[in-house]
Structures are given as C-alpha cells and as structure tokens.
C-alpha cells in the first residue's frame, strides 16, 4: 500500500522560492509521481509528473520555474519552485501511480499549502 506524505509548503512573497518534498512509502520505484494543485474554487490541475522512466512533464503555467525530480534512493519526489506569482497559490498535492505511466493519480497525499502574495 503505497502511502504519500508532503512537506515543504508555506508562505512565500511573489518572486520567492520554495521546495515541496513527497516521502513514498510503499513501493513506487517505477511508478509515475507527480505534483497536482488546487485552488479554492477550482478544480485540481496537474502541475508536473516524472514518469518511471525518468521522463518529466510540466505544465505550461509552471515551465522553466519549477523542476521535479525524484530521490529513488530515499523514494522521495520533489518540486522546486522558482519565481513564485500569485496565481500559484493553492494545496499542493502528491500523486503516484500504481504502473510505470502517467497520470500519477492512483494514490494521493494529503497535500500541503503553497501561500504566495
């Protein structure tokens, strides 16, 4: 049984940085992981995903100022982020897929809140 837990959120002025961390527990070595969104009001989007061959996916909002990336050693997924803007703040949540493929939304987190003003 695969299990997410996210950390890292906070709040952050406009133009600040911020690095979320998801600690796997449960096997998801080969699995797709991702980061979704949701902001209150709106549905859940998806945000950026690794895929079990180490293929990353952005969204068009957050490319070229966040970065993914996966500690397969520790099972740990990360999202940095970088030139925060307001519209980016929401519960982020972690996602993991039970195969190789996304979309990782086979199992979640319980998500942990990005602030930005």
């Known amino acids: 049984h695969v299990q997410l837990v996210e950390s890292g959120g906070g709040s952050v002025q406009a133009g600040g940085s911020l690095r979320l961390s998801c600690a796997a527990s449960?096997?998801?070595?080969?699995?797709?992981m991702g980061w979704f969104r949701q902001a209150p009001g709106k549905e859940r989007e998806a945000v950026a995903a690794?895929?079990?061959?180490?293929?990353?996916y952005y969204a068009d909002s957050v490319k070229g100022r966040f970065s993914i990336s996966k500690d397969n050693a520790k099972n740990t997924l990360h999202l940095q982020m970088h030139s925060l803007i307001l519209e980016d703040t929401a519960m982020y949540l972690c996602?993991?897929?039970?195969?190789?493929?996304?979309?990782?939304?086979?199992?979640w987190g319980q998500g942990t809140q990005v602030t930005v003003s």
């Open positions: 996602g993991a897929s039970s195969g190789r493929s996304c979309p990782a939304n086979d199992y």
């Open positions: 449960g096997y998801t070595g080969r699995s797709c």
């Open positions: 690794i895929d079990g061959d180490g293929v990353t």
